[in-house]
C-alpha cells in the first residue's frame, strides 16, 4: 500500500477529545446555529416579496445565490459534506409537528408516520428538483419574489411531508440540494461512522434503538457512505452514541474505495455536470440570445432552453457515457453488466463535477460579492444604512486570480477523476496492463473539462 | 499515521498544485506585433454585446464606441478598470492602448434590467495563455495519469 493510499484509508476520530463529544451531543449549539439560519431565510422570503424588484438590490437574491449558495459550494460542502444539512432550517417548522420538539424530546406529535414509499427510495425526485429550479434559474437569480417562492414552497412541502410520512422523508428523498449536497458529500473529509471495532452486541444495540432508522432514516451502525446521513446527530446522542464517531478524513477516503452506486444516482450525477455547464454558459457566456432564452420562462425560446437543458444533462451525457461504457466493456473483456459498468463510472465522474461547480463559482461569485455590501445595509432596497456599507460601489474581487484559480480546478477535477476512472476500471475486473481499455472513459472526462474550461477561461 | 508520514503523503499534491499554478501564471515571452489602430462599434442590448469578443493585439490603439440599443448601458473592462455608459440610441467612447495581454471580461455597469450582473462581453489581448495551457496541462495530467503505474484493484 503506497503512502497516498495508507492516507485515503487514514481516520482521525474527532469525538476522542471529550469537549467535541460534549458540543456534539449538546443540541443547543445546533439548535441556536439553525435559528439563526432560520432567521436569515424568513428575512430572505420577507424581503424577496415585500422587497425592492431589482435583484442586485435585494437582501433575498444576494444572500441566496451569492453569498448562501457559493458559501455551500466553496467551503460548506467541500469540506463538511452534508454540514450545511446540520444546520438547514427549512426541515425545522415540519420537525417540530412532526416531533412535537425542536431542542428535547417531548410535546404532542402531528405525524402519520407513513414509511415513504418504496418506489421513490431514490433520488430522482431530488434530479426533478434540482431540473426544475435550473429551468428557472435566470428567473430565480434575478427575481427576488421567485426566490422568496421557492423557498416558501420548500418549507410548505417539508412541512407536508413531516407530518405525513416518517423522520426526515423530505430532506432524504426530495430536497433537490439534498441530491446535490449528498452526491457530492462522497468526497469531504469528514464523515460520522460507528466505531470501527464495534462489536455485533453494541451493533445489536444501536439497532434497537433505531429499530427504523435514525432521523436520516439510516442505521447509523452501518453507516458507510455520506450521500445519506445528513450530520443531524442524533445518532451520538443516544445511549449507544459512544460507539458513533466523527471523524476526519481524506478527500478520497470514500470514493476511492469500491462501491455500489444506483441508476439515479448515475443520472444525477451526469445532471450536474450538464448543468453546470449549462449554467456557465448562460451566466458566463457572451451569448445574449441565450440569456434571454433562459429569462423569459414560458416563451417559445424559453422551451427550446428547457429542452436543451433537459436533453443535454439527462440524455446526450448519460448517453455517451453509455457508449463509452460500453466500449470499455468490450475492449477490457468485463463481464459485469452494462448498467453496472455505467454507473461505477459515472461515480468515478464526481470530483470533475464538484470541482466543476466549484470553478463555475469561483468566476461567478468573486464578479458578483461586491452586490452584498449594499444589501447588508439595506436588505430591502428601501434606503436604508444599517452598517454604513449601503453606497459601496460595485467592483469585481480577485479578476487577476480567478482564471487561474478556475483552470487548476478543472484540471484538479479531471485528475481525480482519471485516477478513479482507472481504479474503478480496476475493480470491475480491467488488469493493470490493459488499462489503456479506460481511455474513452478518461477522453469523456477530458472533453467535459476542455467544454468548461472555455466556457469559463477561453 | 504520524505526521512525518501525512506530510508525505500530501507532498506530490502540493508539489503538483504548486507546478500547475506556476505553469498557468508564468510569464512567457511573446513575439513583438506590430501595433495597429483597431476599432469596434459595440451595440448594447439586454442583455448582451454585439461583438461579444473583441480581439486585438498587445500595443494596439483600441477604440469602442459603446451604442446602446434600447436602454442605458455601460461598460466595464476588468483590468483596465475604464468605463463608460450611453443612453439609448447615444453612443460613448472609449480609448485605450491594450497594454495588458490576456482575457478579459467586460461588463454592463448601468443596471439596466434582470440579468444586468451577467451582461458580459469578453476583450482578447494576444493568445489566451491561461486557456491553452490548461489544455496543455489537462492533456499532460491525464497522460500521467494512464501512464503512472497501475492502480491496485479490489473487488467490487
Known sequence: MGAMEKAASYRFDLTRYAWVRRLLTSRWPQFILRAVTLAGFMLVILTGFIGSPVGSRNFAVMFVWIAWWSALKLIMLPFGGRVWCSICPIPMPGEWLQQGWLVKPGGKKFNLGLRWPRRLRNTWLQSAGFAAIGLFSALALTTPVVTAWIFVGLIIVAVVVSVVFEQRSFCRYLCPMGGFIGLYATMAPLELRPQPDLTSVEKGAAVREWPRGCPWINNPAALKANANCGLCLECLRTESGESMALNARSFDAELGQPGAFRLDEAFLSLGLLGSVMIYSAVFQGPWGALKNAALYAGSPAWWGFAAFFLLTSFGLLPALLAGVSALVRRTGNLGQPLQMVFTRFSRALLPLGLLSWIAFTVSFAFGKMAYLWPVLSDPFGWGWNLFGTAAVEWQPYLLNATPVIEAVLLVAGLIWSGRTVLKTAGQLGVRGERRWAAAPVLLFALAGTLILLWLLIG | ?156
Open chain 2, 1 to 156: 499515521m504520524t505526521p512525518t508520514k501525512i506530510i508525505s503523503a500530501l507532498a506530490k499534491p502540493i508539489l503538483g498544485l504548486t507546478l500547475a499554478i506556476l505553469a498557468l501564471s508564468a510569464p512567457l515571452p511573446l513575439p513583438p506585433t506590430q501595433p495597429v489602430e483597431r476599432y469596434f462599434r459595440v451595440e448594447a442590448s439586454q442583455f448582451a454585446y454585439s461583438p461579444g469578443v473583441l480581439q486585438v493585439n498587445p500595443g494596439d490603439q483600441v477604440t469602442i464606441d459603446l451604442v446602446a440599443t434600447d436602454v442605458v448601458h455601460g461598460i466595464y473592462i476588468d483590468s483596465y478598470e475604464l468605463q463608460a455608459s450611453a443612453d439609448p440610441g447615444q453612443t460613448a467612447r472609449l480609448t485605450f492602448i491594450a497594454d495588458q495581454a490576456g482575457l478579459f471580461r467586460f461588463r454592463c455597469l448601468v443596471p439596466c434590467g434582470q440579468l444586468h450582473p451577467f451582461m458580459l462581453g469578453k476583450l482578447q489581448v494576444g493568445p489566451n495563455l491561461i486557456f491553452l495551457r490548461a489544455v496543455l496541462l489537462s492533456l499532460l495530467g491525464l497522460l500521467w495519469v494512464l501512464w503512472k503505474k497501475p492502480l491496485p484493484t479490489a473487488s467490487i
